[in-house]
C-alpha cells in the first residue's frame, strides 16, 4: 500500500510537508502543494480520514454528493428531502457532514477523489450520479467508502439504499388492474437510470402475471415538461389508454396538463399515478395518486450504512431496502 513516505519520495520533499499539505497549514508555497498533490494523484495515495481526524480532535466526515441538480427534473427536491435524513443521523451520531454538488457534464476543476481527499472525507454518499459517470467510476475505485442513494454500487467498501423499487411499481400496476384499467402506458425515467430499469421490471412481471401483453413505454428522462409534450403528442395521436402510470410524480404532472389540453378529464376519462410521494401530490387537482418512498428514510439509512463501512462493522446487507407505501387519490379512478 502506498505510503505517505512514498509521496514525499516522489515530490522530493520530507514527510512533515507531505502531512502539512494534507492537513492544510498555512503560509505554504503553492508550488509545494501542487508538487505533493500531483505525486498523490499519480501514486493513487488516499490520506487516511479517519486518523487525521482523529489527531486533530475531529469527528468523521461524511459527505453527500450530489449531481445534476440543474436538470429539469425532480433530482433537486428529493436530494433535499434526503439531506435532513443524512443530518438527523450524523447531528446525533457526532459526525460532521459536508456537501459537494457538481455535473460531470461541466466538471472540470475538481474530481470526486480530490474533493474528498482534500477535505478529509471519510465515506461518501452520491445520488444523481450514473454508473457509467468516469467520476463515479474514479471515485468507486478509490478506496474511500461509498454509499448510493437509488445507486447500485458493489465492493468490499460500499453499499446502497432505494426502495424495492421492482416490488413498488409492480404493486402500482396491480392496483390499476384492481381499478378495471387495463390498457396502460408507461411514462418512464431515463433509460440508463438503475431505478428506471427496476421500476420497468415490476411493470413487466404485473402485465405478465395478469397475462396481458406489455404496455407501451416512452422514456421523458423524469422531466415534467418531456412528459407533457409526449403524453400531449399521445393524445393527439388519437392514443387514449385507460390510464397512464409514471414514474416520478413530476412526469405525472406534465402527463396531467396533456390531458387537460386534449379534452381529456381525470380521473373520469383518464386515471394518472406517480411515483416518489412528493409533497404537492395532495395539492394538485385532482389529488395525485402516487407510490410513496420515504426520502427522509432513503437519507437516514445511507447515513447509517456509511457510518456502519466507516466504523468496519460486519455488513450483512450491502443493500438495504426502505418502505413504500401506496397512496390512492383523486387522479385514480375507482
Request: overall charge neutral.
Amino acid at each position: 500500500m502506498v505510503t505517505i513516505r512514498d509521496v514525499a519520495k516522489r515530490a522530493g520533499v520530507t514527510i512533515g510537508t507531505v502531512s502539512r499539505v494534507f492537513n492544510h497549514y498555512p503560509k505554504l508555497l503553492p508550488e509545494t502543494v501542487e508538487k505533493v498533490e500531483r505525486a498523490a494523484r499519480e501514486l493513487r495515495y488516499i490520506p487516511n480520514a479517519n486518523a487525521r481526524s482523529l489527531s486533530s480532535k475531529r469527528p468523521p466526515n461524511l459527505c453527500l454528493i450530489a449531481s445534476g441538480l440543474l436538470g429539469g427534473d425532480d433530482r433537486d427536491a428529493m436530494t433535499g428531502i434526503c439531506l435532513k435524513g443524512i443530518l438527523e443521523y450524523t447531528t446525533s451520531n457526532g459526525l460532521e457532514m459536508s456537501l459537494y454538488c457538481t455535473d460531470s457534464q461541466t466538471q472540470t476543476q475538481m474530481s470526486f477523489t480530490d474533493y474528498c481527499r482534500r477535505h478529509a472525507v471519510s465515506c461518501a454518499i452520491v445520488t444523481g450520479i450514473k454508473t457509467d459517470d468516469p467520476y463515479f467510476v474514479e471515485l468507486v475505485t478509490s478506496g474511500i467508502p461509498v454509499v448510493g442513494i437509488d445507486l447500485p454500487i458493489e465492493g468490499e467498501h460500499a453499499g446502497w439504499v432505494s426502495v424495492d423499487n421492482a416490488a413498488a411499481s409492480r404493486e402500482a400496476v396491480e392496483i390499476l388492474f384492481s381499478h378495471g384499467m387495463k390498457k396502460l402506458l408507461i411514462v418512464a425515467g431515463k433509460s440508463n437510470a438503475a431505478v428506471n430499469t427496476e421500476r420497468l421490471r415490476g411493470v413487466h412481471a404485473a402485465f405478465e402475471r395478469a397475462g396481458l401483453p406489455l404496455p407501451p413505454v416512452v422514456h421523458a428522462d423524469f422531466d415534467e415538461e418531456k412528459a407533457y409534450r409526449t403524453a400531449l403528442e399521445r393524445f393527439a395521436g388519437g392514443e387514449r389508454p385507460d390510464a397512464v402510470f409514471c414514474f416520478s410524480d413530476l412526469m405525472a404532472l406534465g402527463v396531467m396538463r396533456a390531458a387537460r389540453e386534449a379534452g381529456l378529464r381525470v380521473p373520469e376519462d383518464l386515471s394518472v399515478m406517480g411515483f416518489d410521494g412528493m409533497p404537492f401530490c395532495a395539492m394538485t387537482q385532482p389529488p395525485l395518486s402516487t407510490v410513496r418512498q420515504d426520502m427522509r428514510a432513503l437519507g437516514f439509512e445511507a447515513a447509517h450504512l456509511a457510518h456502519d463501512l466507516m466504523r468496519g462493522r460486519n455488513i450483512r446487507e450491502f443493500h438495504r431496502f426502505v418502505p413504500y407505501r401506496p397512496e390512492m387519490r383523486g387522479s385514480v379512478r375507482s
